[in-house]
Nanobody, 116 residues
């Protein structure tokens, strides 16, 4: 599966953004999907993940209550709704698909910048 992330940008603190990740291929619905973020010099961290059906999701503690992951398997797309953004949320955001137990497939990343 190939992934294309979009929707990043510059927003003021307290604002919202919605990231999208469009997948190619007919097997999108079989994958658990996730959103990660990375800042310079730091490791890439999982922010949110969704089961293949969308029935189960998990979040990093730092974004719980502010971010929501969702997916539309008919559109081969996973979303990350980000509300109440904070400057600490500034990062490059990546979507990924889990194949088995590993995050094997990655999008190209989209920059999110939150100004104070």
């Amino acid at each position: 599966v190939q992934l294309q992330a979009s929707g990043g940008g510059l927003v003021q603190a307290g604002g919202s953004l919605r990231l999208s990740c469009a997948a190619s291929g007919r097997t999108f619905s079989r994958y658990d999907m996730g959103w990660f973020r990375q800042t310079p010099g730091k490791e890439r961290l999982l922010v949110a993940e969704s089961s293949w059906s969308g029935g189960r999701s998990n979040y990093a503690d730092s974004v719980k209550g502010r971010f929501a992951i969702s997916r539309d398997n008919a559109k081969n797309t996973v979303y990350l709704q980000m509300d109440s953004l904070e400057p600490e949320d500034t990062a490059v955001y990546y979507c990924a698909a889990k194949d088995g137990t590993l995050w094997r497939h990655w999008g190209q990343g989209t920059q999110v910048t939150v100004s104070s």
